[in-house]
């Protein structure tokens, strides 16, 4: 089990530098976006600050997935990013589910497996 919290650490970290360090280089084009997720998108590059934001937090929980270091703390700061990329896909853009079912199911696992860093949380 140890092996595949790794692999689905790194793999997850990697995905979140990808879409971050693409974004702030604008390595690619931007997709064309149609109808109610156009309309979204609009609103977010309308905001100046929500998109380079949350980009920031994939590029910081990215680099602590990977390294290995902080990964109790970017589970909690990426899985409200990780939500709202699902909800996003699975009422804007269907297309793009599979990528952000997997990528919340990832977050998830970590968060299980690293359930005693958290326990404390819960108690009164």
Do not use: H, Q
Not at 19 to 42: D, V, Y
Not at 77 to 105: H, K, Q, S
């Amino acid at each position: 089990m140890k092996i595949a919290t790794i692999v689905v650490r790194v793999l997850i970290g990697l995905l979140l530098l990808f879409a971050s360090i693409t974004f702030f280089l604008k390595l690619a084009p931007e997709p064309e976006a149609t109808g109610n997720f156009k309309a979204f998108n609009m609103g977010l590059v309308a905001s100046t600050y929500l998109l380079p934001l949350a980009k920031t937090i994939e590029l910081f929980c990215g680099i602590a997935f990977v390294t290995g270091r902080f990964v109790t703390l970017a589970n909690i700061l990426i899985l409200p990013i990780t939500i709202n990329i699902l909800f996003i896909n699975f009422f804007l853009a269907p297309e793009g589910l599979p990528i952000a079912i997997l990528l919340f199911a990832a977050n998830l696992f970590l968060i299980y497996r690293y359930w005693d860093n958290y326990r404390s949380l819960f108690r009164p």
